[in-house]
């Protein structure tokens, strides 16, 4: 099996070498102009973000792309300016979920421009699902190409000032978790939230994930159980369709933050399946209120020291 290379599709100020020479499913970013956009977002790297949290999970199929999203959301609800940085290389859902899959990120003469999710261009995307011509082709890296595209990511592209970062990873423990924990090293991230569903399953998995934070030294700002129950569309009545309580009882055990949980709820799966911010339509919606009053209250911590 072959890998696919980067080697003419890194920003101006990065270009990695390839040692291989293989099918390529990364077209490079359109060029772009010196929009107001751009301009705004002058700054590459991250220099000037005030909060960076990451979004993990033990295991795939909990929705921590959705949790990730939904974050997002809360905190521009909130008044912030957020970017969203997804490192999920080979299965990039980010860009779906924000209604943004359809676009592609440009270059300027500072790096590359990320994509925005609003019009008031005050919610940035990267990710890599914007770098492949076409939406099936897989991305068949190693671990030295998922470090470089990391790094890139996190350098090259122009994020400007933000009030938080949430960046979306790959299930488990593997290279993209300590390649980005590394390189984020000297800017002091705030935290983790982490992600589950009640089944004891998940759980377990969730315990690998809290001893990967507690050895590298990554702070846990707090654990989501996700797919809590189901909605009734029509009484709004909440059944537990899994088990339940398994996030809230874990929290417990390993002394963490309980963010609270989330049902699957048809209102906010529809919002995801079309692409688009929940509060729009659905100001209050009951489901995403953990993640609101979480949000508003991390706004008020004091910035992160990246000395």
């Not at 999920?88 to 860009?95: E, K, T, Y």
């Not at 423990?173 to 009640?198: K, M, N, Q, R």
């Not at 088990?243 to 933050?257: Q, T, V």
Request: include cysteine; charged fraction near 20%.
């Amino acid at each position: 099996m072959t890998d696919a290379v980067m080697s003419d599709q890194q920003p101006p100020t990065s270009t990695p070498a390839s040692t291989e020479a293989s099918h390529n499913p990364v077209a490079p970013p359109a060029p772009g102009t010196e929009t107001a956009a751009s301009v705004q977002l002058s700054e590459c790297g991250i220099s000037k973000v005030k909060h960076i949290v990451l979004v993990l999970s033990g295991k795939g199929g909990v929705g921590k792309s959705t949790i990730a999203c939904q974050l997002a959301f809360c905190f521009r609800k909130a008044g912030a300016r957020v970017g969203v940085l997804d490192i999920d290389l080979c299965g990039p859902s980010v860009p779906r979920i924000m209604g943004v899959a359809d676009k592609s990120v440009l270059t300027s003469s500072k790096g590359w421009v990320p994509v925005f999710a609003d019009d008031e261009h005050m919610l940035s995307v990267v990710s890599m699902a914007f770098l492949t011509e076409e939406a099936n082709a897989p991305v068949i890296w190693r671990g030295p190409r998922k470090n470089a595209a990391i790094k890139s990511f996190l350098e090259d592209v122009c994020w400007g000032p933000l009030d938080v970062m949430i960046i979306d990873t790959p299930p488990g423990t593997s290279d993209e978790h300590i390649s980005i924990c590394e390189f984020l090293h000297e800017y002091h991230p705030d935290g983790a939230v982490l992600v589950t569903t009640p089944q004891i399953v998940s759980v377990n998995d969730v315990r690998k994930e809290i001893s990967f934070c507690n050895k590298i030294g990554l702070p846990i700002l707090g654990l989501v159980e996700n797919m809590s129950g189901y909605v009734c569309p029509h009484c709004s009545t909440t059944t537990n369709i899994f088990s339940s309580e398994g996030g809230r009882l874990l929290s417990e055990e390993c002394h963490i933050p309980f963010i609270g949980k989330i049902p699957i709820d048809p209102v906010l799966c529809a919002c995801e399946e079309s692409g688009s911010n929940p509060f729009v339509e659905h100001p209050d919606l009951p489901s995403l209120s953990v993640l609101v009053q979480f949000s508003r209250e991390f706004l008020s911590r004091p910035a992160r020291s990246s000395s």
